[in-house]
């Protein structure tokens, strides 16, 4: 989730039921995590953090990041460790935390050539920060507590393995077509607006694309079994890059977010814009359609989904073994 003002929260908060897959879905990436462990010592360090905040599993703590989103004030019932949080972070606003705009031509996540759209509190660099801190490192300009800093990390592991948390569409409506107006490469996209990873295409069924894949995938892959049987079943599957990434644990996101961004292109590729929604609502929406058709859309994206929470679960336990290694 993402991009959402405190007044929309507060009326999806309302209906739960809209609001609850997109809480499925991180809760999963933490299963998995939980049943990928195999460090014995990051096993101990887990556990010991978690009594801090009276959880049990990665699970548990995987959507803390949600809820302390927009949250200002502490609420009655928030634990010590939520109180510091909002504390040591009075004014910011962590939304932005949770994701980064990148066109989905990029190859690279390099802030050198990228000043554009990578942010010093972009997803990558948030990650980052809570990879130093479950290190031991302390860093006086990112306060944070080393539970906070693994209640972050379970969250952002999962949202930086959706496609639009790290790729967002930037729009060119200077062409005649609009089947052309979504550009990918990171060239031309950097005088254009994007599309907020989604959030302002509209499919047909009047949703918003980066909600069905936050919601709808997640539900649809889940299906009729259980959050712990999914987990359990997706913590079985083996795909390529699963796991250890290459060098020092502070560079996985990055890696992680390159590698969700070749899942992004494939479904830029997969969309078209028919048309402007209005000439006059401000910030602009676009209607898409799925390709080829809306049934093999859905079914390609399922698979895709289940893979990028079995990914998810499993760097997030790789790493938390390359932290505490045994
Ligand atoms: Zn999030």
């Known amino acids: 989730m993402r991009r959402i003002s405190p007044l929309i929260l507060l009326f999806l908060c309302q209906y739960s039921h809209v609001f609850a897959y997109g809480v499925e879905g991180h809760r999963i990436v933490g299963k ?3 049943f990928r462990l195999k460090s014995a010592h990051a096993k101990e360090n ?3 953090l978690l009594l801090e905040v009276h959880a049990e599993s990665l699970g548990d703590i995987a959507n803390w990041a949600d809820e302390v989103k927009y949250q200002r004030v502490p609420k009655p019932d928030d634990d010590s ?9 009075p004014k910011a606003d962590t939304g932005p935390w949770h994701y980064v705009d990148l066109p989905p031509g990029t190859k690279r996540y390099d802030p050198s050539t990228l ?5 010093s509190n972009d997803i990558v660099h948030i990650l980052q920060h809570c990879i130093y801190r479950l290190q031991g490192k302390t860093e006086p300009d990112f306060p944070i507590s080393e539970v ?3 209640r972050m990390l ?3 592991a999962g949202d ?3 496609p639009f948390h790290v790729a967002s569409g930037f729009i060119d409506e200077s062409q005649r077509d609009p089947a052309m107006w979504i550009v990918t490469d990171p060239v031309r996209a950097t005088k254009l607006h994007d599309d907020a990873g989604g959030n302002r295409l509209i499919l047909p069924s009047k949703k918003n694309i980066h909600m069905v894949f936050d919601v709808d995938l997640v539900r649809s892959a889940v299906g009729k079994f259980t959050d712990r049987d999914t987990a359990i079943k997706l913590s079985k599957i083996r795909v390529k890059n699963t796991g250890h990434m290459l060098g020092e644990p502070e560079t996985w996101p990055a890696q992680w977010a390159v590698d969700t961004l070749t899942e992004g292109r494939k479904v830029y590729k997969s969309i078209r814009i028919t048309s402007k929604r209005s000439e006059t609502e401000r910030p602009s929406r676009w209607n898409i359609v799925e390709l080829p058709t809306p049934e093999k859309f859905e079914q390609a994206n399922i698979i895709m989904t289940s893979r990028q929470l079995a990914k998810a679960g499993a760097r997030l336990a790789a ?3 390359t932290i505490w290694p045994d």
């Open 319 to 321: 790493v938390l073994d």
């Open 148 to 150: 906070n800093a693994l």
């Open 46 to 48: 887990v556990r010991s």
């Open 154 to 156: 379970v969250h952002l």
């Open 115 to 119: 000043p554009t759209f990578v942010r």
């Open 32 to 34: 998995v995590a939980d």
């Open 81 to 89: 460790e939520t109180i510091a949080f909002i504390n040591e972070h």
């Open 160 to 162: 930086i393995h959706q």
